[in-house]
C-alpha cells in the first residue's frame, strides 16, 4: 500500500497493491496494519456505506457537526469525482478543497478526516462507491453545504446539469454553514 498526501496534507490518497494476472486481480481493500504502518495513524472504522449512482448524480457536500465522520472511501465499479471541503476554522487550509478522481480502474481510495465536507460527482454510466466511516450516521447531526457555492468554486467539471437530491439542492452556503473549531 502507498500512501500520498494531497494539496491538503490531511486528505491522503491510498493506492493499494494489486496482485494480477491473466485470472484477474486481488488486493486487500482495507487493511488495519498496513493503514496505520503508511498513513501514520489508525482509525476506528465503525460503519460500512454501499452507494450507487447513475451518471449525472452530485452527492454532497455533506458532513455530520457532531459526531463527525472520518472516510476511506472506495469506487468498485465506474468512475467518480471525489470532493473533500476542509471545515476546520483553525486550519490554514479552511474553505479550501480537493478532488480526486476514483474509479474502478485506478482502484485507488481516499481518506477524509473528520472536520471535512464530503461529495462526488458520478462520471461514468453508473458507480458503487463503498466507504468506512469513523462514526454512525446521526441525521440530526447532518448538513450539507451548497456543490456550486460560489466562495468555494470547485471545478466539477460538469458537462450537464448534476442530478441533485432535494436534501443537496437545499444546502447552505459555505459562509453560512457550521464549522468544526
Not at 11 to 35: C, H, K
Not at 150 to 168: G, T
Amino acid at each position: 500500500m502507498k500512501v500520498v498526501a494531497t494539496d491538503i496534507p490531511e486528505i491522503l490518497l491510498v493506492e493499494p497493491t494489486i496482485f494480477g494476472d491473466e485470472r484477474g486481480f486481488f488486493l486487500e481493500s482495507f487493511n488495519a496494519r498496513e493503514f496505520a504502518h503508511n498513513a501514520g495513524f489508525s482509525a476506528n472504522f465503525v460503519q460500512d456505506n454501499h452507494s450507487h449512482s447513475q451518471r449525472g448524480v452530485l452527492r454532497g457536500l455533506h458532513y455530520q457537526i457532531s459526531n463527525p465522520q472520518g472516510k476511506l472511501v472506495y469506487v468498485v465499479q465506474g468512475e467518480v469525482l471525489d470532493v473533500s471541503v476542509d471545515l476546520r476554522r483553525s486550519s490554514p487550509t479552511c474553505g479550501k478543497w480537493v478532488a480526486t478522481r476514483l474509479s474502478a480502474r485506478n482502484r485507488s481510495q481516499v481518506w477524509i478526516p473528520p472536520g471535512f465536507a464530503h461529495g462526488f460527482l458520478v462520471l461514468s454510466e453508473s458507480a458503487d462507491i463503498l466507504y468506512k466511516t469513523t462514526d454512525y450516521y446521526n441525521p440530526s447531526a447532518e448538513r450539507c453545504i451548497r456543490w456550486d457555492d460560489p466562495e468555494l468554486a470547485i471545478d466539477w467539471k460538469l458537462q450537464a446539469a448534476p442530478i441533485l437530491s432535494a436534501k443537496d439542492q437545499a444546502g447552505v452556503l459555505f459562509k453560512d454553514a457550521e464549522l468544526f473549531e
